[in-house]
């Protein structure tokens, strides 16, 4: 049992591989062109905070790139789908990284107007 934990474990290492070192590679500058480019930012705002029912806030802590990836590649909801002719896997990455580089905005509690 430990054997077959132990490969399917090694497996799924290995084929994520790939995925994590694209990720890591990516522009966040590239991706943040791209996310504006491709219109992303009518349904999820220019940071990636959401625009209500239009697009679900995708920032800070967006998906993983394999999540975003099978959002994009499938079809759901509103959301289109964007085939490989349309968004290559590099892009998708590039806007996961810029998705990444958008920091946390402050607690309430460290927003003096909201505390009075």
């Known amino acids: 049992m430990r054997t077959i934990i132990f490969g399917a474990s090694l497996l799924f290492a ?3 591989l790939p995925a994590f070192a694209g990720e890591s590679q990516a522009d966040p500058v590239e991706g943040k062109r791209l996310f504006m480019t491709y219109g992303c930012y009518q349904c999820h705002g220019t940071t990636g905070a959401g625009g209500g029912i239009a ?13 975003v990836r ?15 002719a349309v968004v290559t896997d590099a892009e998708i990455a590039a806007i996961v990284a810029y998705l990444q580089s958008i920091p946390s905005g402050k607690p309430a509690q460290d927003i003096p107007m909201l505390n009075r």
Do not use: C, H
């Open 70 to 84: 099978a959002k994009l590649r499938t079809a759901s909801g509103r959301m289109p789908v964007y085939t490989p």
């Open 14 to 16: 290995l084929v994520s």
């Open 55 to 67: 697009g679900p806030k995708l920032a800070p802590n967006p998906l993983p790139l394999e999540g």
